[in-house]
């Protein structure tokens, strides 16, 4: 699904951050611009629909190197939880090479997380993509609050296929690159191909 460019010999991966309204999406995308915006980052753009808004900016992973000479170069995208916004988060979808769940920790959204898996389960099916073809990460957000859940119950609840999850706090960026990495990486594999085994850590 990464669209290569011959030209300037470059790989395009996507990656969607989903899950629930208000979980950390966006302030995860938030520190990573923060943290490389005085590398090559260009600036987060948001685009306005109607009532919608979609965020997303694109990076060069420096520490990802070339594949066969090519660059690999991640777009990062998020979408609003909103149940109204059902159709901008399926299609956002279209492409994906990769998705980040954020989860939020809170004991009072749980039925939020399972609700949004849900979503996503459904909207990349509607794509026509076999879920179990897509690298996820799962990350546990909010883990600074108090009325949290343990990891062990999210993981039970929400991480039915046993892939990589990160614990974090997105606002002190607690978790942040150690997710993006890990989803990065998975997304590498797949493309040098080869590697993938639906059975092991995948949607
Ligand atoms: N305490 C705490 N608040 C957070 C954390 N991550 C995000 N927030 C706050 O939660 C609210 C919603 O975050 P946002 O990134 O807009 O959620 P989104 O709807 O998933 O994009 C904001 O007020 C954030 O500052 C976190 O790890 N801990
Ligand atoms: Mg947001």
Known sequence: ?????????????????YGPGLG???????????????????????????????????????????????????????????????ASRRLVLRGVDGIIFVADSQLDRMEANLESLEDLQKNLKEHGYKAENVPI????????????APTNKLQEKLNKWNAPSFEACAISGQGVFETLKTMSKLVLMNLRGGIHKPSEGRV
Not at 29 to 44: A, D, E, N
Not at 137 to 148: A, G, S
Request: hydrophobic share 35%; charged share 20%; net charge positive.
């Open 137 to 148: 990460v799962f990350q546990w957000n909010k883990r600074d609050l108090p009325n949290i």
């Open 1 to 17: 699904m990464s669209l290569v460019n011959l030209n300037t010999k470059e790989v395009h991966c996507k990656i969607v951050y």
């Open 24 to 86: 950390g999406k966006t302030t995860n995308l938030q520190y990573v611009y923060q943290k490389i915006s005085g590398g090559s980052g260009k600036p987060i753009i948001n685009i306005d629909g109607d009532n919608e808004r979609t965020l997303f900016f694109d990076f060069l992973p420096l520490e990802l190197g070339e594949i066969r000479g090519f660059k690999t170069r991640f777009h990062l995208y998020t979408v609003p939880g909103q149940a109204f916004y059902e």
